[in-house]
């Protein structure tokens, strides 16, 4: 049953990647197998290193109470996906709004230091991350997508710890996942040109992790 949630945890955190991957290959851009590799890899370090903290907590609380906290910290990033997803089809329904988040993103470049700037940015528009302009993902800027890919998912990885899962064996299954689907989504991207049937399913990661916490209750 632990493999079958794992599997579960690992697809729900993923499932981001596939449509990074969806939305590169719909333009054209490349993402070679090496900066799949890297991005990979940044998603397993913040996931082992979000899961290892849950594993420090767990130490100091009685495991009935730890899995409790987990099941919560499941169910609120979970919810917090959704609202996201719904949040981002609000404004995408409504051009001033994105002209003004753009513009709000421009500013936070020039304030912000240079590398998290960069990040925040590309956590709202995923094509930031081919800085260059080149139509490839080079080894650099598979760094920072990487980065933002595992940022979004290091909550998952504090509650999953907390509610039981491995630290290592789950972050192995989660980069491995995380690689295939980006490659797999790059591959639908340049087989389709209309993304607007993927968009519905944008949703599915925040209800699975919701579903996850709710089950780990009982």
């Known amino acids: ?14 499932l981001d990647s ?6 590169y290959g719909l333009r054209k851009v490349k993402i070679p197998n090496t900066s799949i590799f890297i991005i990979s890899l940044a998603s397993a370090s913040m996931i082992l290193l979000s899961m290892q903290l849950g594993v420090w907590i767990s130490i100091m609380i009685s495991p ?31 051009e001033e ?8 993103g421009k500013k936070l470049l020039s304030i912000e230091i240079k590398k998290l700037g960069l990040v925040i ?3 709202k ?14 080894s650099l800027e598979a760094v920072f997508l990487g980065l933002a890919l595992s940022l979004d998912a290091f909550g998952a990885g504090l509650g999953a710890a907390l509610v039981g899962f491995k630290p290592l064996f789950t972050a192995i299954t989660i980069a491995g996942m995380s690689g295939l689907f980006i490659r797999i989504g790059m591959r639908l991207g340049f087989w389709f040109s209309e993304i607007k049937w993927l968009q519905k399913f944008t949703i599915v990661p925040g209800i699975i992790l919701v579903l996850i916490g709710i089950m780990k209750f009982f």
Request: positive net charge; proline residues 1%.
């Open 1 to 14: 049953m632990n493999t079958i949630y794992l599997f579960i945890l690992a697809l729900a955190v993923s």
């Open 18 to 23: 596939f449509g990074v991957g969806v939305t």
């Open 64 to 94: 009935y109470l730890a899995k409790w906290i987990g099941a919560i910290i499941l169910i609120i990033v979970g919810l917090w996906a959704i609202f996201q997803v719904s949040n981002h089809h609000k404004q995408n329904d409504n």
């Open 97 to 104: 709004i994105k002209k003004q988040t753009q513009q709000e």
């Open 121 to 123: 940015q590309i956590l």
């Open 125 to 138: 528009t995923p094509m930031e991350a081919d800085i260059d302009r080149s139509g490839k993902i080079s």
